[in-house]
């Protein structure tokens, strides 16, 4: 799922929209190396960057780990909306 895709199903849940503001990759390092040591800054923006097939699949385990089907990310953003609203943040 994209991080647009994400952002539209948060808004969804929210019922508003919001609004994903791509960083270019330099700002973006930027922003991280705040928090981040710089190896974990590359390795972070090689995934984000372009994730291979391998990535962007949810592994079997997953369901083996939680006994059940994982959910979508769209049921994950409704059952924690509350984290979303402007209030909260």
């Known amino acids: 799922m994209t991080p ?3 952002a539209a199903a948060i808004g969804a849940a929210l ?7 791509e960083l270019s990759r330099d700002a973006a390092r930027e922003r991280m190396l705040g ?3 710089a190896p974990v800054v590359e390795g972070t923006l090689a995934v984000l960057g372009t994730p291979t097939d391998a990535e962007r ?5 997953v369901a083996e780990i ?3 089907s994982p959910g979508g990310f769209g049921d ?3 059952r924690n909306v509350a984290a ?5 943040l």
Not at 57 to 61: L, M, Q, Y
Not at 84 to 88: G, L, N
């Open 84 to 88: 979303f609203r402007s209030e909260q």
């Open 57 to 61: 699949r949810v592994s079997p385990h």
């Open 4 to 6: 647009r895709a994400q």
């Open 76 to 78: 994950w953003a409704r």
């Open 35 to 37: 928090f981040m040591p």
């Open 15 to 21: 019922g508003e929209p919001v609004r994903f503001v």
């Open 66 to 68: 939680l006994g059940r």
